[in-house]
């Protein structure tokens, strides 16, 4: 019998249709993939099963749970639903766990709601060893912030089954974990399903992880399942474009042009040598000496003129640390950076000389530009570290210049930066890096934040920049397929050190250290496809 | 608009008009004695009645509008004035030493009772409209400059301060350009709460006589002179101190309806 079925969902909100005519089925024991990019509706599919739409939307259609209709439910009713029948794992463990319980407490909660007369602290303690943190190790007075990431991660995951549901629901469960972690909860997920014999709804728009997990992928555009199928049948034989492009974009690689031979490579643009980063830790009591943790530990490398290089590695590993101390907003302990030959940390007082010889791009497209200022205002912002910027004509022309090899248009000056999407806004972001022509362009993560299509495009913007200025780059990422397509040289980071650096593909292809080994085994891949 | 924030304005427009008003026309002179008229009861030609000197009521409310108005806006100026900057720069240097020093500064202001202090100002310095407004002011300073550096805190910790910083922008710049402009609405919600605890504290100061000083008419002293009469003239207390209730109410509800309409996040939902 069909475990979960819809039929003809039709969610609105306000007059905006958010979800048109979904239908499809989940049998026990499957999982099902909806994938899609931001703003297609999977969200807001998982959440109209779980009846837990925002105030004011409108629902029309069926949802048949065992055959029974569940839009037909009270609250009431629902609220047993819910935890009982059907679980759900969210994206964020940090925010989905209250800080302030135990996670005994909270795996027991849903227990004691939904079972009443059992052994809560003994289903529990099995609960909990069942995904992967046994009680002698964790016990279950641990507070969530003695955890990592995946560990929450996990302990969310067993809020969600403790009942036994009969569908779980895990909505981008592994989007905020690294890459190793990711494999091990993707792993933990396959085997709950197939022991427990749940249906899984897993919304996700990682292609790769997709295409690894599922056995059913729906693939969603605008609120409306584009096509559906057979994992294998569908990557095999895709119909609709829109699944084709996604596909594609996934895999994009960019075309980097070659280094100009007549670029002086002999001398390196930036030198990092042995630079450490301490940081001091809260004291233990009262008395004892504060601990000092070294996020940042013993780091050399040059980059010489005309290199891309990549930076890749896990949360946590010192590459936000080394980058804030690489752009001279920090002060490292020991060890010189030096760009051109000038220290990059001069103090308080920045060193405007070799300031304007370095940009940045973040990741955040919302976060990195402030909210009340034009465009035209936002991408001029480094003209403060000229001491001739250009006035009047000049520097309009610069602006449109500057917008167009960007690929947006020069009328967009005199925008807010509200009134763009987020790969514009990226655009944007590397407007205000490349206006001032500087030497070298960090990019921190700079399209990690990014939907596939819109991320091969700034992808493809990078590379074509890089052929009309000879940009000079450090691109910092965790996602190795991006740092494959648009570096020449990587450097993997882990635990403050640089553990390897060489060739990217030859990295990639034929690691040998370790850790980058584990790397490359958990980063989830593609499986060729014919084109 | 909320309901709040229509009604806070209209209270609060009707006071800021009265006390323009005051300026150009009042019904009678304020400060002309009428002593057989005295204590008339609120009537046709005085419309909120006489005092025991028979002067208007109504003339002199709009007049102490004025000082009451007077008193708290500059109070509120030297808040932000001071406070703003202070806070600002306070988190600049977030865990320095001057971040310490201003923010111990502002917790030792906040640690002695607020009207007592008004009262030792004004009994060393005499009594004067300006005297309150300078005790007044001072303990709006550190409630400024904890509000500013709070705000600038989170301000400072976003993408666009470092991009800014990557620009080569120094603190006070930095401070001035983008965190104060992303801080202005929490300023603004502020300055109406401080301006109506202003009013207030005008009307409390002027009740024990360390407010503006006679001719000046001020509402807590048309308080304290209707204490004695209230048994015979109970409406030479109720109109000053209903004027102050309404004021002070439709400020607040000005505050509270301007933070949920300045609030960003309830922009977004709206647009």
Redesign the interface.
């Known amino acids: 019998m069909t475990l979960l079925s819809t039929r003809g969902l039709n969610v609105s909100i306000g007059r905006k249709s958010v979800l048109k005519n979904v239908s499809f089925d989940i049998e026990p024991g499957e999982i099902v993939a909806v994938t899609g990019e931001s703003g297609s509706g999977k969200s807001m599919t998982a959440l109209s099963v779980m009846d837990l739409l925002p105030e004011g939307a409108q629902t029309v259609g069926e949802i048949l749970l065992n055959g029974a209709d569940l839009r037909k439910q009270s609250e009431a009713q629902m609220c047993e639903t819910r935890g009982q029948s059907i679980g759900m794992v969210f994206q964020e463990p940090m925010t989905a766990l209250n800080p302030v319980k135990t996670i005994g407490d909270q795996v027991s909660e849903t227990i004691y709601l939904h079972r009443p007369g059992v052994d809560a602290e003994a289903v529990t303690a099995r609960t909990l060893s069942r995904v992967g943190l046994p009680p002698d190790r964790f016990p279950l007075t641990r507070y969530p912030h003695e955890l990592s990431g995946g560990q929450r991660q996990r302990v969310v995951i067993a809020m969600a089954i403790a009942c036994g549901p009969r569908l779980l629901i895990a909505d981008e469960p592994t989007t905020a974990l690294d890459v190793t972690t990711q494999a091990q909860i993707l792993d933990l997920l396959k085997r709950l399903t197939h022991e427990d014999g749940m249906g899984l709804l897993m919304i996700t728009h990682d292609l790769a992880v997709v295409a690894d997990m599922a056995d059913r992928i729906l693939v969603m555009r605008d609120g409306e399942i584009v096509e559906h199928g057979e994992t294998q049948d569908l990557l095999r034989n895709m119909q609709h474009p829109y699944t084709k492009m996604l596909f594609h974009a996934s895999m994009h690689q960019a075309k980097l042009p070659t280094i100009d031979p007549e670029t002086d490579t002999e001398t390196p643009l930036l030198s990092v040598n042995q630079a450490c980063r301490d940081y001091r830790l809260p004291r233990s009591s009262l008395f004892a000496r504060a601990k000092q943790f070294r996020a940042v530990d013993d780091v050399s490398f040059d980059i010489k003129r005309g290199e891309r290089v990549g930076l890749v590695g896990e949360s946590g590993c010192g590459k936000s640390t080394l980058t804030r101390a690489i ?1 001279g ?1 920090e002060k490292v302990q020991s060890g010189q950076i030096q760009l051109d030959g000038a220290p990059v940390f001069a103090g308080r ?2 060193n ?1 000389a070799v ?2 010889k ?3 791009v ?3 497209p919302y ?6 200022h034009r465009v035209e205002r936002l991408i001029c ?2 003209f ?2 000229l001491s001739d910027a250009p006035t009047g004509n000049k520097r309009d022309e610069l602006i449109a210049e500057t917008l167009e090899a960007v690929g947006l248009s020069p009328e967009d000056a005199q925008k807010y930066p509200h009134q763009f999407s987020g790969g514009q806004r990226q655009r944007i ?1 590397i407007a ?1 890096a490349l206006i001032i022509r500087p030497e070298l362009v960090i990019f921190d993560e700079a399209v990690s934040a990014l939907d596939v299509s819109v991320r091969a495009r700034i992808l493809d913007l990078i590379a074509g920049l890089c052929r009309a200025y000879d940009l000079t780059y450090l691109f910092i990422s965790h996602d190795l397929n991006v740092v494959r397509s648009i570096t020449d040289r990587v450097m993997v980071m882990a635990a403050g050190k640089i553990v390897e650096s060489g060739p990217t593909a030859q990295v990639f292809d034929n690691p040998y250290h370790l850790y980058t080994k584990s790397l490359v085994a958990a980063s989830p891949m593609l499986p060729a496809l014919e084109s | 608009m909320s309901r709040n924030l229509i009604l806070g304005l209209f209270l609060s427009t009707i006071v800021v008009i009265a006390a323009g008003l005051s300026f150009v026309w009042t019904p009678f002179d304020h400060a002309s004695m009428n002593i057989p008229d005295k204590l008339q009861s609120p009537n046709a030609v005085n419309l909120l009645g006489t005092d025991q000197f028979g002067r208007d009521i109504l003339s002199a409310l709009m007049v102490g509008a004025r000082t009451s108005i007077a008193v708290a806006f500059v109070a509120v100026g030297i808040g932000i004035g001071l406070g703003v900057p202070l806070g600002l720069w306070a988190a600049s240097r977030k865990g320095g030493w001057i971040d310490e020093i201003i923010m111990r500064a502002n917790d030792l202001i906040f640690a002695f009772p607020s009207l007592v202090i008004a009262i030792l100002i004004t009994a060393i310095f005499g009594a004067s409209a300006v005297n309150a407004i300078i005790a007044i002011g001072i303990f709006n300073i550190p409630v400024f400059a904890r509000v500013t550096r709070g705000s600038a805190l989170s301000i400072w910790e976003r993408e666009f301060i470092l991009a800014a910083r990557v620009a080569g922008k120094g603190s006070a710049r930095i401070s001035f350009e983008h965190i104060l402009p992303n801080v202005a609405n929490v300023l603004i919600v502020q300055a109406t709460i401080q301006f109506s605890l202003g009013i207030l504290a005008e009307a409390a100061l002027s009740y024990v006589g360390l407010g503006a000083q006679p001719p000046t008419p001020s509402w807590g002293r048309m308080l304290a002179d209707a204490q004695t009469l209230v048994s015979i003239a109970p409406h030479m207390a109720l109109v000053p101190g209903c004027a102050i209730i309404l004021t002070v109410m439709g400020l607040n509800l000005l505050g509270d309806g301007l933070r949920d309409w300045l609030d960003p996040r309830l922009n977004e939902a709206r647009t």
């Open positions: 752009l907003l007082r920045p405007l300031r304007r370095m940009q940045v973040f990741q955040d976060g990195s530009f402030n909210p009340r912002e480094p403060h570290l972001a205000r």
